[in-house]
């Protein structure tokens, strides 16, 4: 196993569990226990753990795991949902995309369709993430917008006011959401005021709003809220959803589509 391929692991147990043990690690990972300390120490330096001894724990309850590390979790359900996702937007249409695994995804899934591959332009694509940006500006048929604002670098999104002299100006047919939580009372979160603004603007432009999220995220909540559940007109999901999960979204309005 490559050195990247266990940090991603050890956080991904890490975030679960919210603390690591050496040499249970080292067993579910196969490797050596003085690798795994080495491990740790080099995530500590990070700043990506907190060292104890005998393992690491997070750095708090609100820990957030940056975008590089999460792309495999849940990833099967994230690439059915994002495919059914791209299938709800149209031909020429002006799409906003939020930063996230799930809407790189989406972004990806866009950059497939075969309907897609002509157009002046096939798609205009708005958003705040420089991932998304940077893999669809290779599509010369889609226009790409980039907000603007200041990177932040867990999530690869622009952030901060500079991003609403973009949005002020602009009219959107769709916002993809990406969420840390979604649930009817607290509505859409994420972990980060200054993200969860620029998501409420991109979604405030945009005739109708899709949140794209896996089946853990429904009933989760986040430190801050991007929108209530009422500006939201469609979840895509996947099929692990509670059917009482659903049957309260759909009680409430809003179009489920679990896949």
Known sequence: ???DARWKALLEL??????????????????????????LDQLAEQQMLVR????????????????RYKTARQASEKQR?????????????AVGLTGGTTTTEVA????????????????????NAL????????????KIVVTGGVARPQSYELIGPLA???????????????????????????????????????????????VAADSSKLGGRAFARICAAELVDTLVTDTAAAPETVRRFEEAGIRVVAV
């Open 52 to 67: 104890t001894r005998g393992g690491a724990v997070v750095h708090g309850v609100s820990y957030e795991l940056p975008l």
């Open 131 to 142: 991932n998304i940006a940077n893999e669809l500006a290779v599509r010369p048929q889609f």
């Open 164 to 210: 609403d002299g973009v949005l002020s100006q602009i009219t959107l047919d769709v916002t993809v959401l990406g969420v840390v939580g979604f649930d009817l009372t607290h509505g859409a979160a994420a972990h980060d005021e200054a993200e969860a603004a620029v998501n409420r603007l991109l979604c405030e432009r945009a005739a109708r709003v899709i």
């Open 1 to 3: 196993m490559s050195r």
């Open 108 to 127: 990806r899934a866009l950059a497939v369709r075969g309907d897609l591959t002509t157009g002046a332009p096939a798609l205009t694509v708005v958003t």
């Open 81 to 93: 949902i994002a495919k059914a996702v791209a299938d709800l937007v149209a031909p020429g249409e």
């Open 14 to 39: 890490l975030v679960e569990r919210g603390r690591l043990d050496v040499e249970e690690a080292a067993a579910e990972l196969a490797v050596s226990a003085a690798t795994i300390r080495r491990d």
